[in-house]
């Protein structure tokens, strides 16, 4: 079985580890599924969480909300692993759903575009997606530039994705059965891939198509910022690396009660 492809969940619920090849080659971990779940009071935001591991080096992709902060240190903790184990932490964009946790990440390198920390620094009161106070969250971690083409690991770079937001970014890994993309809200799903459309578009409908297009053409799998991952056959979404969970019955590894959704019994 290829090692980029997660084998399925554990009891919990939570995806379960992949193994990391000896050798130090690149291999992608869903630490949590991304959602994309919304009704008319508003989104519940889940953002997915990936660890990329490759030669020594481990590389935390985004880092969800503190609404997800429980599921995310009983995620590394199912791996042996805490926050400090992190050498790097990429944020793909500054929005509140992809970036709340990275408190947590203090001893990391923290990755965000110089886009993205202006507006952080900026953000007007009304923005939905990036309230004032979003800065103060990276108080106390030690942040630097995320730029296009930037190396962190060997087989693993920055690539930039912008049209979601000015500074979008991804990661690109060269796995040993082919590339997978990283790609945060830049393509939030297999059906943003399908139609040829970013959710929603802040910096630009030619920029967000642009994102798109690159991603198609290069990725063999597509590690999306609100699905499951998943393959991609010629610049489509292919088969899902892992089984579909309702959020109606996800629980929290130290938790006895479902997440209930709209609806819900």
Do not use: K
Not at 31 to 47: D, E, I, K, P, T
């Amino acid at each position: 079985m290829p090692e980029s492809i997660d084998t399925g969940r554990t009891e919990s619920g939570m995806p379960a580890p992949v193994a990391v090849p000896a050798d130090g080659t690149p291999v992608v971990d869903t630490l949590l599924v991304g959602m994309g779940q919304s009704w008319g009071q508003g989104s519940s935001g889940f953002g997915a969480v990936y660890l990329v591991t490759a030669h020594g080096r481990r590389i935390l992709f985004d880092c969800g909300h503190t609404g997800r902060r429980r599921a995310l240190l009983a995620a590394l903790g199912l791996r042996g692993l805490t926050p400090d184990d992190m050498d790097t932490l990429v944020l793909s964009h500054g929005h509140w759903d992809h970036f709340q946790n990275a408190d947590l990440f203090q001893r990391a390198e923290v990755l965000l575009h110089p886009a993205e920390a202006a507006h952080l620094a900026a953000a007007p009161a009304d923005d939905p997606f990036t309230p004032p106070w979003s800065a103060a969250v990276l108080t106390h971690c030690t942040v630097h530039d995320a730029l296009d083409g930037q190396v962190l690991a060997d087989g693993v770079s920055v690539v930039g994705l912008p049209g979601h937001t000015e500074g979008s970014v991804g990661l690109t890994v060269r796995t040993a059965t082919g590339t997978a993309l990283l790609t945060g809200d830049a393509v939030s799903s297999a059906r943003a891939l399908r139609t040829g459309r970013c959710t929603r578009v802040t910096a630009g409908e030619q920029a967000a198509a642009r994102s798109l297009e690159l991603v198609r053409a290069r990725a063999d799998v597509l590690y999306p910022g609100h699905d499951r991952p998943f393959e991609v056959v010629s610049g489509l979404p292919g088969r899902p690396l892992l089984p579909w969970t309702h959020p109606r019955t996800l629980a929290s590894p130290d938790s006895d009660r479902a997440v209930r959704g709209p609806g819900a019994g």
